[in-house]
């Protein structure tokens, strides 16, 4: 057992006690020796007005008393953890990730904010799943995201709202409804993009599905996918950002949906109850700004 540094020593000896079942046993995962073991414990005893140690032989149980304690000490063990891991990486670089949508259109405003700052920084794209699972793992002190996820199980704040549309690379002069566009290729993102399941949730929401459209082409890039609208391949939807140059010089145009009024969150996300709270608004702060 890897001792803990912000733990009391006798918490640290009742821990091992209770982990090994043994005094004998205790001492030697310790380090020292076992009548070092009991005078500990029989101190650390009479200043807490309670036993520890239930003896028979030699053999010990804890109490219930103890057994309640060390439930407790582990829960002060894991949480002092993770506070010194936070405080290790307040000096490292601050990682962060980013879908790939966002990746296009809002985090390099972002990274040159930081930059400004003097804040170190890394950064990791990849599509929302894969994003939030990296954070679970660990492996990122943050996500900017815009796909649906389990708002229970991870800590994050809103930092805007962004359109969300149909282009193509032809102008139509007036509204088309869903059904007229299932002749036409439809340039989509792979499974797990924020994008997708976007898109997957209103055609749901309208009693369609991506099967209801005869040519469906999967691509992982939104580069790529702007390239071949620009081409006069398919359609396809998207955030309006992401192609806000290419409305404005008329390479591509925005389709009047009838059914599509969709302004769609963006989000920072952290780990459940991270020590990273206050840099988290700190960053959501920047994100607003530079929107």
């Not at 007005?49 to 003896?55: A, E, S, V």
């Not at 699972?133 to 796909?147: F, P, S, W």
């Not at 009047?256 to 840099?279: G, W």
Request: contains cysteine; negative net charge.
């Amino acid at each position: 057992m890897e001792k803990d540094p912000l733990l009391d020593y006798r918490g640290q000896t009742l821990l091992a006690v209770a982990k090994t079942g043994s005094l004998t046993a205790a001492a030697k995962q310790l380090f020292i020796t076992q009548p070092a073991v009991s005078q500990q414990l029989n101190a650390w005893e009479k200043e807490l007005g309670f036993r520890l140690l239930d003896h028979q032989g030699k053999k010990v149980t804890l109490t219930p008393a103890a057994k309640r304690l060390v439930d407790y000490l582990n829960f002060l063990a894991h949480e002092n953890q993770k506070m010194l891991d936070e405080l290790k990486r307040q000096t490292a670089p601050l990682r962060l990730g980013a879908t790939l949508s966002i990746g296009s259109f809002l985090l390099p405003q972002v990274l040159t904010e930081m930059i400004a700052q003097n804040r170190p920084v890394t950064t990791q794209i990849g599509n929302t799943q894969t994003l939030l699972n990296q954070i679970q793992r660990g492996e990122l002190d943050a996500a900017l995201v815009e796909g649906d996820f389990d708002h229970q199980r991870f800590d994050w704040e809103e930092i805007g709202l962004e359109p969300f549309a149909l282009f193509g690379s032809q102008a139509i002069d007036r509204p088309v409804a869903l059904p007229e566009l299932f002749d036409y290729p439809l340039l989509i993102r792979e499974s797990g993009s924020g994008t997708r399941q976007i898109l997957e949730k209103w055609l749901q929401a309208q009693g369609s599905a991506l099967t209801d459209f005869k040519q469906i082409i999967e691509i992982g890039s939104p580069a790529t996918i702007i390239t071949l609208l620009k081409d006069g391949v398919g359609i396809s939807f998207m955030y309006r950002a992401l192609v806000e140059d290419d409305l404005q010089s008329g390479k591509l145009f925005e389709w009047d949906l009838n059914e599509l009024s969709i302004r769609h969150a963006l989000y920072l996300v952290t780990a459940k109850n991270s020590f990273f709270k206050d840099q988290r608004h700190q960053l959501a702060k920047i994100c607003r700004q530079v929107r």
